[in-house]
């Protein structure tokens, strides 16, 4: 498989920004030697600093927060629909307990160093440019807050979207 390169403008002609993320896509992320892809269910694309942005948010429970907190650069990732199980196996286990991208069944491909799997239509390729913790105190919707009461909030992660690629 082969991917082409997309300019940034033209992701909204693949896929609707606004449900981008309902079906789950995934994060991937390299640090120490370690390539972690977590399912992710939220994110969101837009203009921060005057930079294209593509952000992300991971919960501080997850092993993933930690190579995400090292690492500089990041892919998301939105698997062609028959890859559904691998989606589901990036979700349900963590990196701490096996290696997720050598038993995903995926093939592991990179450009501009960042890891992602061929089975994807479409990759949008990140620069980590901030992150912050949301603060569950300023969160106006009680239901939405109480999401927060157990665990702790996640970490937002914004990318510079350096490049966008989709599947031949």
């Known amino acids: 498989m082969s991917f082409h390169e997309i300019p940034i403008s033209d992701i909204c002609k693949y896929k609707d920004p606004f449900s981008l993320f309902s079906k789950g896509g995934l994060t991937v992320v390299e640090s120490n030697g370690q390539i972690d892809p977590m399912t992710i269910g939220w994110g969101a694309l837009g203009t921060l600093w005057s930079k294209r942005i593509c952000t992300v948010y991971i919960h501080a429970s997850r092993y993933s927060k930690v190579l995400f907190d090292q690492a500089d650069r990041f892919a998301v990732c939105f698997l062609k629909p028959e890859y559904r199980n691998q989606l ?33 239509e479409l990759v949008i ?38 490049k966008v690629l989709v599947s031949d």
């Open 88 to 120: 589901d196996y990036c979700g349900n286990v963590s990196l701490r307990d096996e290696d997720k991208a050598a038993k995903s069944g995926m093939t592991l491909v990179r450009d501009c160093g960042i890891p992602f799997f061929e089975e994807c």
């Open 125 to 162: 390729l990140c620069k980590k440019v901030g992150q912050s913790d949301f603060d569950p105190k300023r969160i106006t919707l009680p239901q939405i807050a109480s999401w927060y009461t157990k665990e702790g909030p996640h970490t937002i992660y914004q990318g510079e979207i350096i």
